[in-house]
């Protein structure tokens, strides 16, 4: 069993799966890259490894997204990265948030916690709970320690974990936030993560725009970056941007449901990675490793 597992993860190296955390697929990986228990999250060789597990959103599926606690469980978990989606508030500040709107999970003052998030300052906010939508929405995994929960910043991340992990980070809606690029570079080179980025891919940013990622490769060229593709996208279309995307990506994330082997081997034949998204249990982790 194990060496028929090597044997297929080894001919899916240099791919990846991003995975919302299902605790099967966190134990097979853990087993199957030989990882010693003991190893602090982010300090194993993750980037070397023939898969990666990539917390989607923190342990989305655990805890309310993008949240100190979904974080702490996708690393307790064994999560190779922590993904990030960034939002930009109305001064400035990178806050961790999926939508570009509070509708959905947040909950409090409605001036403060309804509507774009660009618009809203800091302070506003730091007023919303992001935690008991959660409980209401999936109350098999309600945990009232949930309720209150605040959107955390970017910068709150770094100091909770510093070098101790791997971040995934994207920028979010970055044409409705001018300077996103900019303040995620200072506050990377603040907490001297430039160069871990650079050298062992600590710090992966990702985004949807081809432009957002050519503004940080022109900032800042040695960045591992990898550009996103919508579901609306397919095989071929993807296929057809992929020397575009070399010039400035590492790696390129399409939906699963377009990742072919004629897109794996377009896309390694460039020296792109492939990290597929959102791939939720063991089942459709193997069907991806199986192309190539
Ligand atoms: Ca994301």
Redesign the pocket.
């Known amino acids: 069993m194990e060496s028929i597992w090597k044997e297929s993860l080894a001919r899916y190296r240099r791919s990846a799966v991003v995975a919302k955390l299902v605790i099967i697929l966190v134990i097979l990986l853990v087993a199957l890259t030989a990882t010693p228990a003991e190893a602090a999250p982010g300090q194993r060789a993750s980037t070397d490894a023939p898969v990666l597990n990539i917390g989607?959103?923190g342990a989305s599926g655990y805890a309310p997204e993008h949240t100190i606690p979904s974080y702490d469980l996708a690393l307790k978990q064994g999560a190779d990265y922590i993904?990030i989606?960034l939002q930009m508030t109305a001064d400035g500040v990178l806050v961790a948030m999926?939508d570009d709107t509070l509708n959905r999970t947040a909950r409090g003052p409605a001036e403060n916690c309804t509507g774009l998030v660009i618009e809203k300052t800091l302070e506003q906010i730091k007023t919303c709970d992001v935690g008991s939508w959660f409980n209401e929405t999936y109350p098999q995994y309600a945990n009232p320690d949930y309720v209150g929960l605040q959107i955390p910043t970017l910068e709150e991340i770094f100091q909770r974990y510093r070098h101790s992990v791997n971040y995934y980070i994207?920028t979010k809606n970055p044409e409705e936030a001018p300077g996103i690029e900019e303040e995620l570079l200072r506050l990377m080179e603040e907490y001297n993560l430039l160069k871990p980025a650079a050298k062992h891919w600590q710090v992966l940013i990702q985004s949807f725009s081809a432009e957002s990622l050519q503004k940080l490769h022109a900032l800042e060229p040695s960045l591992p970056l990898v550009q996103l593709y919508s579901g609306r996208e397919t095989s071929e279309t993807i296929q057809a941007n992929l020397a575009s995307a070399s010039t400035y990506a590492v790696g390129i994330g399409p939906s699963k449901s377009d990742v072919d082997a004629d897109l794996i081997a377009a896309a390694h034949e460039l020296c792109l990675d492939v990290h597929p998204y959102t791939v939720n249990d063991a089942q459709e982790m193997k069907a991806l490793e199986a192309i190539s």
Do not use: A, V
């Open positions: 989607h959103r993904e989606d999926h994207e």
